[in-house]
């Protein structure tokens, strides 16, 4: 394939390429010319297309992946050089369907689709999530390689430290779902100088932080103050965030039993049409 002019793409991967320290001049070219194949090529994308329609044999492009790109520090660049400058990182598993046996990584996942444990692959999709512009920039993807010595949570957790300066360049809060709301997971994410934004479960175990005045007698000082009911919460404890017509945003500091840590959480009421609110 010819790269026919000032191509735009182009110009943006040898901007982004520019900036990143350790790579020669024929790295930079192999590596741009890959990147917008990865853009041209239809249907299946492999060594045999990339030989067909590259200007290198296949077996050159066999050689070259063996060699490691630090994508994340590429994507970050880019994300850099056109996002709005206000991000959140974003974590999620994702399956991917694999019939063979002798794949490294292997194994039962969960598949969202399914609503079940499947037999294939699975990678951790790292994105930059774009504030002002309401889009997403990916970073990386990391197969799931998790064994028996480690755990799945430790090992999403292990993909976060590892990574925590070039992320924390971008933002300390990471958006995952409601399976890592685990005192496993926050624990190691909150010692990497990140804040973790989840759901909680439903039936989460939750008290109300004291915020009387101390009365000075003998004991220990009173610490909490009930338990948190979803379906019925106490607005004197919480604090109004937001308000208009779509919806009421309160906001309070509690104490989680599971994560053993006081945790900030958002309560919302939505309106209907009829403007009435709905929980």
Same mark, same amino acid.
């Given at each position: 394939?010819?790269?026919?002019?000032?191509?735009?793409?182009?110009?943006?991967?040898?901007?982004?390429?520019?900036?990143?320290?350790?790579?020669?001049?024929?790295?930079?070219?192999?590596?741009? #010319?890959? $990147?917008?194949?990865?853009?041209?090529?239809?249907?299946?994308?492999?060594?045999?297309?990339?030989?067909?329609?590259?200007?290198?044999?296949?077996?050159?492009?066999?050689?070259?992946?063996?060699?490691?790109?630090?994508?994340?520090?590429?994507? *970050? #660049?880019?994300?850099?050089? +056109?996002?709005?400058?206000?991000?959140?990182?974003?974590?999620?598993?994702?399956?991917?369907?694999?019939?063979? %046996?002798?794949? @490294?990584?292997?194994?039962?996942?969960?598949?969202?689709?399914?609503?079940?444990?499947?037999?294939?692959?699975?990678?951790?999709?790292?994105?930059?999530?774009?504030?002002?512009?309401?889009?997403?920039?990916?970073?990386?993807?990391?197969?799931?390689?998790?064994?028996?010595? =480690?755990?799945?949570?430790?090992?999403?957790?292990?993909?976060?430290?590892?990574?925590?300066?070039?992320?924390?360049?971008?933002?300390?809060?990471?958006?995952?779902?409601?399976?890592? &709301? %685990?005192?496993?997971?926050?624990? =190691?994410?909150?010692?990497?100088?990140?804040?973790?934004?989840?759901?909680?479960?439903?039936?989460? +175990?939750?008290?109300? $932080?004291?915020?009387?005045? @101390?009365?000075? *007698?003998?004991?220990?000082?009173?610490?909490?103050?009930?338990?948190?009911?979803?379906?019925?919460?106490?607005?004197?404890?919480?604090?109004?965030?937001?308000?208009?017509?779509? &919806?009421?945003?309160?906001?309070?500091?509690?104490?989680?039993?599971?994560? %053993?840590?006081?945790?900030?959480?958002? +309560?919302?009421?939505?309106?209907? #049409?009829?403007? *009435? =609110?709905?929980?």
């Amino acid at each position: 394939m010819t790269i026919k002019g000032n191509n735009i793409y182009k110009t943006h991967i040898e901007s982004v390429l520019s900036k990143m320290p350790n790579i020669n001049n024929w790295r930079k070219e192999f590596v741009t #010319e890959t $990147l917008i194949l990865f853009l041209c090529i239809k249907g299946r994308f492999n060594f045999l297309q990339l030989g067909r329609f590259g200007k290198h044999k296949e077996q050159r492009y066999r050689q070259q992946f063996e060699k490691p790109f630090d994508f994340l520090t590429f994507n *970050k #660049e880019l994300t850099l050089s +056109h996002g709005s400058g206000r991000y959140v990182i974003a974590f999620d598993p994702s399956y991917i369907s694999k019939s063979g %046996k002798h794949t @490294p990584g292997a194994g039962y996942f969960w598949s969202g689709c399914a609503n079940r444990a499947k037999w294939g692959l699975e990678i951790g999709g790292l994105a930059a999530i774009d504030i002002d512009n309401h889009t997403a920039f990916h970073l990386e993807a990391v197969q799931t390689m998790a064994g028996k010595e =480690q755990s799945l949570s430790d090992w999403y957790a292990d993909i976060i430290t590892r990574r925590k300066t070039q992320l924390l360049g971008l933002s300390s809060y990471l958006v995952a779902d409601a399976w890592f &709301a %685990k005192r496993t997971f926050v624990d =190691q994410v909150t010692n990497a100088d990140m804040h973790l934004i989840s759901r909680l479960r439903d039936d989460a +175990h939750l008290r109300y $932080l004291h915020q009387g005045e @101390p009365t000075g *007698k003998r004991g220990r000082p009173k610490k909490y103050d009930g338990k948190v009911d979803n379906s019925n919460i106490d607005l004197r404890h919480f604090e109004l965030v937001s308000k208009d017509q779509r &919806a009421v945003i309160h906001s309070a500091i509690v104490y989680s039993i599971s994560l %053993k840590r006081s945790i900030k959480v958002v +309560h919302a009421f939505y309106c209907n #049409e009829k403007g *009435k =609110q709905v929980y």
